[in-house]
């Protein structure tokens, strides 16, 4: 089956409504696309600036971590930021604002229930359907998603079969979603979001509609990184996205940076 | 898979809620208001001083009268919103330069001084990582020469990978912290050599 290319006018179009400097740069085919803005970054391009891929040949996701997309069938893009204001503390927000605008874009164009696995991951159904990867140097960002969107369950490798999925499979209708569709939503709704991440009254209110979407709401999870492991009830978000858990014996609530990995205790 | 119930070792990633509401503001002043002896104008000019030789916090003891001035966010705390006004910002790692020597300290005065080096500071709170994969080799070793833009490790907070540039020329000559370790706000994660 011919998959849909994407439709260059409507996605240039939904850019320009939210970067109107922002700049698309489409590849059929590249490495990642997080390393072509990063590398468009470092020479200076603009916020707004925009790398679209129908396809990757070594998707990465956190720390080299290997992504899988299958041609043709996913979302797969990333976005130069250039925050005003450099305090970088707030840029920690990022994830959870993105994961914020996505998992808004997945319900109202499909109907179906993603739910946010802290801080990073959109899961529908118990399965990984998105990664978002943030990469900062000096005075940018560069926000890079991937998204399963027709992936036949078929085309996942041995490895992801069981955890990974894409929003045809979960609909199982067999009709085919509009990549351009979803993409231009999403940019109306990160367009929305994204001053939330600069202001700490601007992120407080939405906290609570990411804690709503979260997987692990009041969930006992285990968190592991380096050495460490802990686990405790998930109470919520911090102040710039932080996992807070109670953690057992003294339950008393702590705030959690950054994991190699969270799960839940009990599936 | 690792059993599911076993205590933590190290919390060093995770933040104690009850320290955080303990923490002061970033900017204090603990004497009685009525008796202080530290008029506006001094507190500027020391503002202006710490600007000028890019310290990142001063202490003064004088009669009682103490006051702890400190740029950006206090150590292990965010700043909940933008600052407002010239508060200066921070766009990247804070080198932090030697420490004055001091008259009357306790080394023998037959041995020279051990030199100190500035360090390359972390640019906000979050998990040090000084490889780009966990497989890969350091971004920066000791004895590593690095310039300005030569990225020399990432600090992570909630999946935002944030790479640290040494900002200056020199030699690296320390590792301070440990791979995949908590880091705080300004916490001195390199010593370099200046070149």
Same mark, same amino acid.
């Given at each position: 089956?011919?998959?849909?290319?994407?439709?260059?006018?409507?996605?240039?179009?939904?850019?320009?409504?939210?970067?109107?400097?922002?700049?698309?740069?489409?590849?059929?085919?590249?490495?990642?696309?997080?390393?072509?803005?990063?590398?468009?970054?470092?020479?200076?391009?603009?916020?707004?600036?925009?790398?679209?891929?129908?396809?990757?040949?070594?998707?990465?996701?956190?720390?080299?971590?290997?992504?899988?997309?299958?041609?043709?069938?996913?979302?797969?893009?990333?976005?130069?930021?250039?925050?005003?204001?450099?305090?970088?503390?707030?840029?920690?927000?990022?994830?959870?604002? %993105?994961?914020?605008?996505?998992?808004?874009?997945?319900?109202?164009?499909?109907?179906?229930?993603?739910?946010?696995?802290?801080?990073?991951?959109?899961?529908?159904?118990?399965?990984?359907?998105?990664?978002?990867?943030?990469?900062?140097?000096?005075?940018?960002?560069?926000?890079?998603?991937?998204?399963?969107?027709?992936?036949?369950?078929?085309?996942?490798?041995?490895?992801?079969?069981?955890?990974?999925?894409?929003?045809?499979?979960?609909?199982?209708?067999?009709?085919?979603?509009?990549?351009?569709?979803?993409?231009?939503?999403?940019?109306?709704?990160?367009?929305?979001?994204?001053?939330?991440?600069?202001?700490?009254?601007?992120?407080?209110?939405?906290?609570?509609?990411?804690?709503?979407?979260?997987?692990?709401?009041?969930?006992?999870?285990?968190?592991?990184?380096?050495?460490?492991?802990?686990?405790?009830?998930?109470?919520?978000?911090?102040?710039?996205?932080?996992?807070?858990?109670?953690?057992?014996?003294?339950?008393?609530?702590?705030?959690?940076?950054?994991?190699?990995?969270?799960?839940?205790?009990?599936? | 898979?690792?059993?599911?119930?076993?205590?933590?070792?190290?919390?060093?990633?995770?933040?104690?809620?009850?320290?955080?509401?303990?923490?002061?503001?970033?900017?204090?002043?603990?004497?009685?208001?009525?008796?202080?002896?530290?008029?506006?104008?001094?507190?500027?000019?020391?503002?202006?001083?710490?600007?000028?030789?890019?310290?990142?916090?001063?202490?003064?003891?004088?009669?009682?009268?103490?006051?702890?001035?400190?740029?950006?966010?206090?150590?292990?705390?965010?700043?909940?919103?933008?600052?407002?006004?010239?508060?200066?910002?921070?766009?990247?790692?804070?080198?932090?330069?030697?420490?004055?020597?001091?008259?009357?300290?306790?080394?023998?005065?037959?041995?020279?001084?051990?030199?100190?080096?500035?360090?390359?500071?972390?640019?906000?709170?979050?998990?040090?990582?000084?490889?780009?994969?966990?497989?890969?080799?350091?971004?920066?070793?000791?004895?590593?020469?690095?310039?300005?833009?030569?990225?020399?490790?990432?600090?992570?907070?909630?999946?935002?990978?944030?790479?640290?540039?040494?900002?200056?020329?020199?030699?690296?000559?320390?590792?301070?912290?440990?791979?995949?370790? %908590?880091?705080?706000?300004?916490?001195?994660?390199?010593?370099?050599?200046?070149?």
């Amino acid at each position: 089956m011919v998959e849909e290319r994407f439709d260059m006018l409507e996605v240039r179009e939904a850019l320009k409504g939210v970067f109107p400097g922002g700049e698309l740069v489409y590849f059929p085919e590249t490495v990642s696309t997080s390393d072509e803005a990063m590398a468009r970054a470092r020479d200076g391009a603009a916020e707004g600036t925009f790398v679209l891929a129908e396809n990757q040949t070594a998707g990465r996701g956190r720390r080299g971590a290997a992504w899988f997309a299958d041609p043709d069938t996913a979302l797969l893009f990333s976005l130069v930021l250039r925050p005003v204001g450099k305090d970088v503390s707030t840029w920690a927000r990022m994830t959870s604002v %993105a994961a914020l605008a996505l998992a808004r874009t997945i319900e109202d164009t499909t109907g179906l229930e993603p739910k946010i696995k802290w801080p990073n991951d959109i899961y529908i159904g118990g399965r990984k359907s998105a990664g978002i990867l943030v990469e900062a140097a000096g005075d940018f960002l560069v926000l890079g998603i991937g998204l399963n969107v027709n992936t036949p369950r078929c085309s996942f490798p041995d490895a992801l079969q069981g955890i990974a999925t894409s929003l045809r499979a979960e609909l199982g209708d067999g009709i085919a979603i509009s990549r351009s569709a979803l993409l231009a939503e999403f940019l109306k709704k990160f367009g929305e979001c994204y001053p939330s991440m600069l202001s700490g009254k601007g992120f407080s209110r939405i906290i609570p509609e990411i804690e709503e979407r979260s997987m692990l709401l009041n969930r006992k999870a285990i968190v592991y990184q380096g050495k460490t492991q802990l686990q405790g009830i998930v109470r919520g978000l911090g102040d710039h996205g932080e996992l807070r858990m109670e953690v057992p014996p003294s339950n008393h609530p702590i705030e959690i940076l950054s994991a190699d990995r969270v799960r839940l205790a009990v599936p | 898979m690792p059993a599911d119930t076993s205590a933590p070792e190290d919390p060093g990633h995770f933040r104690d809620r009850r320290t955080l509401q303990k923490k002061g503001a970033s900017r204090k002043k603990s004497s009685n208001s009525a008796r202080s002896t530290l008029e506006y104008k001094e507190i500027k000019q020391i503002v202006e001083l710490m600007d000028q030789h890019g310290l990142t916090e001063f202490e003064l003891d004088r009669d009682g009268d103490k006051i702890t001035l400190r740029r950006g966010p206090a150590p292990g705390q965010y700043t909940a919103a933008p600052p407002q006004g010239p508060v200066p910002q921070l766009q990247g790692p804070v080198i932090v330069p030697p420490a004055q020597t001091t008259t009357g300290g306790s080394a023998p005065a037959d041995e020279a001084p051990a030199e100190v080096l500035p360090t390359i500071n972390s640019p906000m709170v979050g998990s040090f990582y000084r490889r780009p994969a966990p497989d890969d080799g350091p971004f920066v070793k000791v004895g590593d020469v690095v310039d300005e833009d030569t990225v020399i490790c990432i600090v992570e907070a909630m999946k935002v990978m944030n790479e640290v540039k040494a900002e200056m020329c020199g030699t690296i000559t320390k590792v301070l912290v440990e791979d995949n370790v %908590a880091v705080q706000f300004g916490e001195a994660l390199f010593e370099i050599k200046p070149s």
